[in-house]
């Protein structure tokens, strides 16, 4: 029988700070019991990268399947059961937990656009909601956000204001009310699925030299309009994405012991030592041969 299961408590603490990011990795042939980090009278917002599981009690009904994000709040008086599912394999996630006063003080006014079960709303109009949750699927951009959070591309220092930042956007971004309810394909949608298409693309092929015509012609589209519209909306340019896609990979690698630099470098599409470990210096913050996967 298998047991591993890590939790890593990535930032804050909702009794000082008013915000809470925990990371759960589990790998185990029988499901392990996590109510406990769902704190009874706050929102929880639930990042599932990999894996199944449930969340339910007397008022919460949850499922949680692969790349599908969740909200959800515990009443004060409330008493669940979460766990992944046996038999599913390794279930990855992370945990966004707030107060109300935390949403309050970082949105000011916006605050009433924020998800009521995030901000704590307890107006009846809101209680078949705050009892079934919401969940919806992430897309890949957004699971590559989620992923920043596991690994931090800044220094232990810089963590605090890091962290600081990504909960407003992920609570932003997540927990946002739904604009377009007409369930129609809007303009933005077109273009987040192009990003999509591209960075699966990425990481579908992340040890071969970079293809601009190949991609722009896989996603539907000129090759400079690509270009463009990725770097607009991640932040990345198509080659920094590549390098990061590249680098994750090799960390994996090095933190699981199972290839030596040399050989994750050359598994991950590099030739050259050198640019490398440039790129891994990067990314990561260390030079590949000082990697411990911290």
């Not at 897309?139 to 220094?155: F, G, H, Q, T, Y």
């Not at 077109?190 to 190949?214: C, S, Y």
């Not at 050259?272 to 041969?289: D, I, R, W």
């Amino acid at each position: 029988m298998k047991h591993a299961s890590h939790t890593t408590h990535l930032y804050g603490d909702l009794s000082e700070t008013g915000a809470r990011v925990l990371a759960m990795d589990e790998q185990s042939d029988s499901p392990i019991d996590w109510k406990d980090i769902f704190t009874p009278g706050h929102g929880h917002l639930i990042l599932n990268l990999g894996g199944y599981g449930v969340v339910f009690g007397d008022q919460i009904r949850l499922s949680i399947s692969p790349g599908i994000a969740a909200i959800c709040r515990v009443a004060a008086d409330e008493k669940i059961y979460a766990s992944r599912l046996p038999g599913s394999g390794r279930h990855r996630f992370l945990v966004l937990s707030t107060t109300q006063s935390w949403i309050a003080e970082h949105f000011g006014s916006a605050a009433s656009s924020i998800h009521p079960l995030l901000r704590n709303e307890t107006d009846s109009k809101f209680s078949q909601l705050d009892q079934l949750g919401q969940s919806r699927s992430m897309s890949l951009a957004e699971r590559d956000l989620a992923e920043a959070l596991i690994r931090p591309p800044v220094s232990r220092a810089l963590r605090p204001m890091w962290f600081r930042g990504k909960l407003l956007e992920c609570f932003s971004l997540f927990g946002s009310e739904p604009l377009n309810r007409s369930g129609g394909t809007t303009r933005n949608d077109e273009i987040m699925r192009r990003i999509d298409e591209a960075t699966l693309w990425l990481r579908e092929h992340f040890n071969e030299d970079l293809d601009l015509k190949l991609i722009s012609r896989h996603v539907g589209c000129a090759p400079h309009y690509l270009s463009r519209l990725f770097r607009l909306h991640t932040g990345k340019t198509l080659s920094q994405k590549l390098r990061q896609i590249r680098i994750d990979q090799a960390a994996d690698l090095l933190h699981d012991g199972k290839s030596n630099v040399t050989e994750a470098a050359l598994e991950v599409g590099y030739s050259s030592l050198s640019h490398f470990s440039k790129a891994f210096l990067a990314e990561k913050g260390v030079l590949p041969s000082n990697f411990r996967g911290s």
